[in-house]
């Protein structure tokens, strides 16, 4: 997995590829948490086009920083949701608890 | 049921980075069998949260303890009718599993963890677990939907 971040006007932006597994959610969960926590960011998007696989540990992650995201008073938005990582979150039944937009255009829109 | 042929088996290690090898390995098997690629998925969560929960709980996150993984075409019953499933086993010498934290969670709740359990229910067929020989073992089986494997395959 790799992660890399753009930063925009109040919106950082984190770019995700590979699989989020056991051996990498931890990375993925300290770049959310420093974000939100350390950072502050107003508004928090996570672009998952890239991903091809997501466990449960990978759910939680987005799970913790979601929460974190409501501590904080910030906004996580997920975009570029594949069939893989979609139906992980529907067998979850947290798909409806995260905020997902279509498009990169649409998840920094003002 | 029968026993079933061996496909595949692969003996690995208690360590989080081999886990896409047997993601990658699973992957290929089940496409080669005729899962479609929803059911393709399903094998592979299942079995990456299986190798996962191993790891976590039964080894307590003790790299380099053994795992094993055996793979198997066998014909399974399903509403009394013999169907072709694919069967995987797993085994670790890890401590025993607590048959009554085995429940997975509810999920009305927002919280991370205990996911696992519930993924591998939801993606199989069928899931038992049971401790023999100083081992904890775990089966799963998936059904083959839709067409038959090709012969050979």
């Not at chain 1, 590829?17 to 107003?42: N, Q, T, V, Y």
């Not at chain 2, 191993?54 to 399974?76: F, L, T």
């Not at chain 2, 100083?134 to 083959?144: D, S």
Request: aromatic share 4%; hydrophobic share 40%.
């Amino acid at each position: 997995m790799q992660i890399s971040a753009r930063y925009l006007d109040r919106t950082t932006i984190l770019d995700v590829s590979g699989d989020i597994d056991l051996a990498s959610s931890p990375e993925l969960r300290k770049a959310l948490l420093r974000e939100l926590r350390e950072m502050r960011i107003p508004r928090l998007v996570l672009n998952l086009k890239a991903v091809e696989y997501v466990d449960s540990s990978g759910v939680a992650s987005l799970v913790e920083a979601l929460k974190a995201s409501r501590d904080t008073g910030s906004r996580l938005i997920l975009f570029g949701l594949n069939s893989a990582v979609r139906e992980v979150l529907q067998l979850s039944k947290l798909l409806k608890i995260f905020e997902i937009a279509e498009t990169e255009e649409q998840a920094v829109a003002p | 049921m029968s026993r079933g042929s061996l496909l595949l088996k692969v003996e690995l290690r208690s360590n989080p980075e081999a886990l896409c090898i047997v993601r990658n390995a699973l992957g290929q098997l089940a496409e080669t069998l005729g899962f479609s690629d929803t059911d393709r998925r399903s094998v592979v969560l299942a079995v990456d949260e299986a190798l996962t929960n191993i790891i976590r709980h039964a080894y307590q996150g003790k790299p380099e303890q053994p795992i094993e993984v055996s793979c198997r075409r066998i014909q399974a019953a399903q509403d009394g009718v013999l169907k072709p499933a694919l069967e995987i086993v797993l085994e670790d010498r890890g401590a025993a599993v607590d048959a009554k934290k085995l429940c997975g969670r509810a999920l009305d709740d927002v919280r991370s963890g205990g996911l696992g359990l519930h993924f591998m229910r939801e993606s199989m067929d069928a899931v038992e677990f049971r401790r023999r020989w100083h081992r904890n073992q775990l089966r799963m089986v998936k059904l083959l939907r839709g067409s038959e494997p090709a012969e050979g395959s």
